[in-house]
């Protein structure tokens, strides 16, 4: 077990409505990505909060929102739900220095479907 | 073109057989790479990191051109067990931790 635990598991929305999912990292991790798996695809990165600061984001609309919490616990928030937004949503974590970091360990994801 | 590029098979190998994934990477600003597992509907999980020098574990060999900008992984005496998606991982962006997946490939041992 990687000791990172996402909630819920499962989660099924209507379109237009919105999504909040939770992560908690692994102890002694500073830093938690998130990342949306589509079927057939590979991870695509959404954002990366460190020290509860964003601290880059992929090519995702601003409709995607995050938070990290002192504890480094994050979550993932979705406004205006599509139907694309349907994927398995991957929180990963690390400890790192901005320069250097661990390797990344994920959690077991959210599967959101989306109707 | 894809920032990570890998053949999505499937390759479908009997028990006992020797199996090699390749991806290529097009940053050659490129710093870290891995290889992680992903088995049907779970997580991805880290096989192994990937060096210049190329680095072995048990059955699984990665290997790395950073001059070819490619990346290898040879799984040799091939197990049921080791049916699942290979992901090749790239992180690029000093900064930021950001891994760059590609698609997968998809790998099916036969008995």
């Known amino acids: 077990e990687t000791g990172v635990t996402q909630s819920p598991t499962h989660l099924i929305k209507t379109r237009g409505q919105q999504v909040t999912l939770r992560c908690s990292s692994q102890?002694?991790?500073?830093?938690v990505s998130w990342y949306q798996q589509a079927l057939g695809q590979g991870p695509q990165f959404i954002f990366q909060?460190?020290?509860?600061?964003?601290?880059g984001r992929g090519n995702f609309p601003p409709r995607f929102s995050g938070l990290q919490f002192p504890n480094y616990s994050s979550e993932l928030n979705v406004n205006a739900l599509e139907l694309d937004d349907s994927a398995l949503y991957l929180c990963a974590s690390s400890l790192g220095d901005r320069e250097v970091w661990t390797e990344a360990f994920f959690g077991q994801g959210t599967r959101l479907t989306v109707v | 073109r894809k920032e990570v590029e890998q053949d999505p098979g499937p390759f479908n190998v009997p028990e006992g057989a020797t199996v090699a994934f390749n991806c290529t990477y097009s940053?050659?600003?490129?710093?870290?790479f891995f290889w992680y597992r992903q088995d049907c509907r779970k997580e991805p999980k880290l096989l192994m990191s990937?060096?210049?020098s190329g680095n072995e574990d048990g059955r699984f060999t990665a290997q790395l051109n950073r001059a070819s900008q490619y990346i290898s992984l040879l799984i040799r005496d091939s197990k049921l067990s080791d049916s699942a998606t290979y992901l090749c991982v790239v992180n690029g962006t000093s900064g930021t931790y950001k891994y760059i997946f590609g698609t997968g490939t998809r790998l099916k041992v036969l008995a």
């Open positions: 102890s002694g991790h500073n830093t």
């Open positions: 940053n050659s600003a490129s710093q870290s």
């Open positions: 990937v060096y210049s």
């Open positions: 909060y460190y020290r509860e600061e964003e601290n």
